[in-house]
């Protein structure tokens, strides 16, 4: 298969786990986009590759966990980026205080010299919804921290616990 998404046998398209990329409904979803381009690309300069940009991924577990990039000990490995953290917790939000969910928390990874957006992590109540702001700044091109930490946020809204921890870097 090659970054089109075509198998050895022109015009057969392959999608999901098959690809063995990521193993997610919605990675199979955005293939299936591309898919459907190339396999009516009239010439081969037409057709597009798939861009995996910003894969997020989720666990529906009680908390929730979902993540998007590098996590940290990804770029402690990788000794030659040099990035900033910052946490927030749920509980010193107005409505992580509501829920009382003490466990939950968001954490960036950021870029030291451009403030790109390297990874976010969030762990309690609705995490498979809240990282949806990361992904829109990561996916748009402006995605740097700041898109996130100049948005307004809605006071109690649990959303504010990403705005949080973005303007804590």
Do not use: W
Not at 36 to 57: G, L, Q, W
Not at 133 to 142: F, H, I, T
Not at 148 to 159: D, E, F, M, Y
């Amino acid at each position: 298969m090659d970054e089109n998404l075509e198998t050895t046998t022109p015009g057969i398209f392959a999608i999901g786990d098959v690809i063995g990329k990521y193993q997610f409904k919605h990675s199979a979803t955005l293939e299936a986009q591309y898919a459907y381009h190339n396999s009516f690309a009239k010439k081969n300069e037409e057709k597009i590759s798939v861009d995996y940009t910003a894969m997020p991924h989720a666990i529906f577990s009680s908390p929730q966990v979902a993540g998007v990039g590098y996590t940290e000990q990804q770029l402690k490995e990788q000794k030659n980026i040099k990035y900033l953290k910052s946490i927030h917790h749920y509980i010193d939000t107005g409505m992580g205080l509501a829920i009382d969910d003490k466990e939950g928390f968001v954490k960036f990874l950021v870029d030291k010299e451009n403030r790109k957006i390297l990874g976010c992590h969030i762990l309690g109540t609705d995490a498979s919804t809240l990282i949806h702001e990361v992904l829109v700044s990561m996916r748009s091109g402006n995605d740097t921290i700041d898109s996130i930490s100049n948005t307004i946020h809605i006071h109690p809204a649990l959303s504010e616990v990403v705005g949080r921890a973005a303007s804590n870097i």
